[in-house]
């Protein structure tokens, strides 16, 4: 019968590729070059993230937040740029750091904000909060507070993907902390052996909360850890958002093409402490300081658009105004749109 | 109009803060992201960064001033063609703008030492309609003190020490590292971040990286690492940042640590603690508010502690350590501020499975543990105005389960109330009351009520989380029925 000599031991050696052909250090793409409309969607969008968190993290002191809330300043260009490289279909799940890749999918800001306040108008009803958040329609499958949780629960999105032959890909975020979850790595064999249309983003911005990555891991190029997996790999500057762009596109193409899983470490920074209430005393505040000033990436793209002469400093100032406004509504949403009614706390427990 | 810089909460228990330093002088133009100011709490220095851009019209605070109330405007924000003329116009601080804007509250995973609201339980959950009132203090008495029965296992006359769960935690573990070496602590941000709750500060510079290990992220692993080592003899203590991460490791928990003695026909067994904050803490949601305490307490090969005071953790977290089983240590973040009097003894261990009398009564016997004993203590104030007597017994251990002393005081006053947060069904309140049901049902003369938390999973929204946690007016109700007070 076919499933013997499927079994047969001799043909599965001949399908298996030499090792000479698995390279598991690729070279990052060179930066995409962006036409004057992506650069200034570019801003728009990190623009806005900022915005949002910045707004998010006022909200926080005043009390109208709750519980924990994670910042995603300084990470702007990694959702920014991967999105650049999605079509319609693709999938994103991430971790609890998620407001920033939620504006990335085109979810409302008003949506987004009434949830982290825990009113009726939120993605969850109020009832996820900042760290658990859902899209279905923007194919935003969450905001999970359990570290490494996702990247499974992400594969698992693949594997659909590949049952139903749709062409989509999903792509998992998860920070240099997650990447030594063991859950991790059960994933990675699974994705390579099935060649499942998964991209693995690991967001190195260098801290899980207080431990830096040197003293939790003992390999700290992150893009190496697919290795045994036969998962290529490749570094990317996350603070570029045109490095990210075309990395991005490659890493989707990629998996898309049914090569399965590829690993984007991206090399970024986060400017706040781990959650609203870290004082951060684990890094000096030079080390800070020097991201900011020398890579924001926000910064980058202002500085060559008014180099080349694509936008002036008023109609910057013009994007700043629309995005604030934007910003500034979904705060006053998220402020007096009323807390879930009360019958809602015995809702969507089973169908 | 010009926008007001109000003094922000830098943390869900923060009242006030000193305004310790403007970096920004009145005239100075602002960019969002710019800190503007730094300012001091009882944890630490935090910095102020701007929302808005604009020029820093006026400073209404001067450095140094301290007790800053959050939500106090500290400066107001002119923004472009506004002169500080215009500054009338924004409106004059007012003390019932701070009063209406809703706090949140309570430690946080991820934070410095902070104490919790005074009174856990529903008042510590402050929620939107309730803005707070009390001082962040490190020290927060428990109430009501005067109440509480003497323990039997402290001598008369012992001197008293007031210290908050937080301390004890800590002196149990650093007084149980002296006096052996085979005793280590390992676990996410136990050693150079002080631990996420700073329950372990100071035990790094004490007693060095080899005994007290930071690890990476990996729950199941370092669960398994600690079960082997002490399959070898050492007796490591084990924290989870928070127990709802333990689930990653529970495995190890389960299969390895409470079985190999069994499996091993008595030739080896696991001398472990695993430690840590467990049940709900504040607003952070389903992933991270389950009690354990029913979960565990199912597994033969496992003790289970759970303690409310801080004289009770400390003694029996000395115990756990010195226990040769597996022993699950279930502390909670809204206890860990809190204060209570410890005992003055070089060496204060009490016994594990021992359940503890704290106020003695005649009418109804209330049961608990942990945090459920905040609402026993507040629900037995109520009760006594109503002219009800209630005994309250403090489990302490929910595996084994003291019967000896629920039993005598149900064969007393011959009707139970059980208080838990975790899950109603197969909860600890279920398993006393079938085990009262069958070894005293003569006694009985109502049935048995376990108040719990609701059968949901925790819900985010500040009103509907406290629908989803039991409340004091539960309780209440609860001791109402079983007395047949209507
Ligand atoms: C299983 C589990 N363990 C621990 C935690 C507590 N925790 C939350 S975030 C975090 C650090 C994660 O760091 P990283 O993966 O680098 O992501 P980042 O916060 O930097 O975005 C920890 C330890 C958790 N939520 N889940
Ligand atoms: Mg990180």
Known sequence: MATAARTSPAKAKADAKPDTQFRGTLEAPQPATLSKEQELSAYKHMLLIRRFEEKAGQLYGMGFIGGFCHLYIGQEAVVTGMKLGMREGDQMITAYRDHGHMLAMDMDPRGVMAELTGRRGGYSKGKGGSMHMFSKENKFYGGHGIVGAQVSLGTGLAFANKYRNDGSVCVTYFGDGAANQGQVYESFNMASLWKLPVVYVIENNRYAMGTSVTRSSAETVFSQRGVSFRIPGMQVDGMDVRAVKSASEYALEHARSGQGPIILEMQTYRYRGHSMSDPAKYRSKDEVQKMRSEHDPIEQVKNRMIEQGWASEEELKTIDKDVRDVVADSADFAQTDPEPDASELYTDILL | ?486
């Open chain 2, 1 to 486: 109009m010009p926008i007001e810089i109000l003094m922000p909460a830098l943390s869900p228990t923060m009242e006030e803060g000193n305004l310790s330093k403007w970096l920004k002088n009145e005239g100075d133009s602002v960019a969002p992201g710019d800190v503007i100011a730094e300012i001091e709490t009882d944890k630490a220095t935090m910095e102020v960064e701007a929302v808005d851009e604009g020029t820093l019209g006026k400073i209404l605070i001067a450095a140094g001033t301290e007790g800053v109330k959050v939500n106090t405007p500290i400066a107001v924000l002119l923004q472009d063609g506004e002169s500080a003329g215009d500054i009338g116009s924004s409106k004059p601080p007012s003390s019932e703008d701070a009063a209406a804007s809703p706090v949140a509250n309570v430690d946080k995973e991820d934070k410095a030492t902070v104490s919790s609201a005074g009174d856990a339980g529903e008042k510590a959950r402050r929620s939107t309609d309730e803005p707070s009132s009390q001082a962040d203090n490190t020290k927060v008495p428990a109430t009501p003190k005067a109440e509480v029965a003497a323990d039997p296992d402290i001598p008369a006359g012992t001197e008293m020490v007031a210290t908050t769960v937080r301390e004890a935690l800590r002196d149990a573990m650093a007084e149980e590292m002296r006096r052996d070496q085979d005793v280590f602590v390992m676990g996410e941000e136990v050693a150079e971040y002080q631990g996420a709750y700073k329950i372990t500060q100071g035990l790094l510079q004490e007693f060095g990286p080899q005994r007290v290990v930071d690890t990476p992220i990996t729950e199941h692993g370092f669960a398994g690492v600690g079960v082997g080592a002490a399959m070898s003899g050492l007796k490591p203590i084990v924290e989870f940042m928070t127990f709802n991460f333990a689930m990653q490791a529970i495995d190890q928990i389960v299969n390895s640590a409470a079985k190999t003695l069994y499996m091993s026909g008595g030739q080896m067994g696991a001398p472990i603690v695993f430690r840590g904050p467990n049940g709900a803490a504040a607003r952070v949601g389903a992933q991270h508010s389950q009690d354990y305490a029913a979960w565990y307490s199912h597994i033969p090969g496992l003790k289970v502690v759970q303690p409310y005071t801080a004289a009770d953790a400390k003694g029996l977290l000395k115990a756990a350590i010195r226990d040769p089983n597996p022993v699950i240590f279930l502390e909670n973040e809204i206890l860990y501020g809190q204060s209570f009097d410890v005992p003055k003894l070089d060496d204060f261990v009490l016994p594990i499975g021992k359940a503890r009398i704290h106020k003695q009564g005649k009418d109804v016997t209330i049961v608990s543990a942990g945090i459920g004993m905040t609402y026993a203590v507040k629900a037995e104030l109520e009760l006594r105005e109503m002219g009800i007597d209630a005994e309250i017994i403090d489990l302490r251990t929910i595996r084994p389960l003291d019967f000896d002393t629920i039993l005598a005081s149900v064969k007393k006053t011959n009707r139970l109330v059980t208080i838990e947060e975790g899950f109603p069904q197969n909860s600890v309140g279920d398993h006393i009351a079938s085990q009262v049901m069958q070894r005293a049902f003569d006694y009985l003369d109502a049935p048995v009520i376990t108040v719990c938390g609701k059968d949901v999973p925790m819900p985010y929204a500040a009103n509907l989380e406290k629908l989803a946690l039991p409340s004091v007016a539960d309780v209440v109700e609860a001791v109402k029925t079983v007395t047949y007070r209507g």
